[in-house]
């Protein structure tokens, strides 16, 4: 285990995010948009489970959408465009009729790309509304890293924060442990 001291914590935080590992665990109060495109980034390679308070509003509803397909907007767009196709077929403006139905496909293929790369991720989020999560903790395959610097630039790059990096695999795992207790318990 070492210490960190100051306002360098990214390094090791953002190597741990980088690694390549089956799953991330990470606990923090607080991410900025910035951390929650990285994270959203890297699902694609790993499972990440995140636990957080409601202060994070913009990240938490970054994280949400894009934690599993979300195809609605698509299709609402999609259907309107039927139903300007049906109208303009209707009324013979068959030209019109021809861009729309070349509107639909262009959406349809659009929609299909769009859910297949993101049943690719494995992001999931869970937000405490019950109790303010005060921890941070960002624990991989193979370290982890505990202390006090938040998932935000702030935390990561400005304050004076104290992170402890974790290599010990039987302390690694008691931390795992807690994460999922935590994770159930919400």
């Avoid at 990470?26 to 499972?47: N, T």
Wanted: avoid cysteine; proline fraction near 1%.
């Amino acid at each position: 285990m070492e210490s960190h001291f100051g306002s360098e914590s990214y390094i090791y935080v953002d190597a741990l995010i980088k690694e390549r590992s089956n799953s991330l665990e990470i606990i923090s109060p607080y991410i900025s948009l910035s951390y929650a495109r990285m994270l959203s980034g890297e699902s694609a390679r790993k499972r990440i489970r995140i636990i957080t308070s409601a202060n994070s509003i913009e990240a938490v509803e970054y994280l949400k959408r894009n934690s599993k397909a979300s195809i609605f907007g698509d299709t609402k767009a999609m259907l309107f465009a039927i139903l300007l196709f049906a109208i303009a077929y209707y009324i013979k403006f068959f030209y019109i009729a021809f861009l729309l139905l070349f509107v639909i496909v262009a959406l349809a293929l659009w929609t299909y790309l769009n859910a297949k790369r993101n049943t690719n991720r494995r992001l999931e989020v869970k937000v405490s509304a019950e109790r303010f999560i005060h921890e941070k903790a960002y624990i991989s395959d193979l370290f982890a890293i505990a202390g006090s610097a938040n998932l935000t630039y702030s935390g990561m790059h400005k304050n004076i924060e104290r992170i402890e990096v974790i290599d010990d695999l039987a302390e690694v795992e008691k931390m795992r442990r807690h994460f999922n207790s935590l994770w159930e318990s919400i």
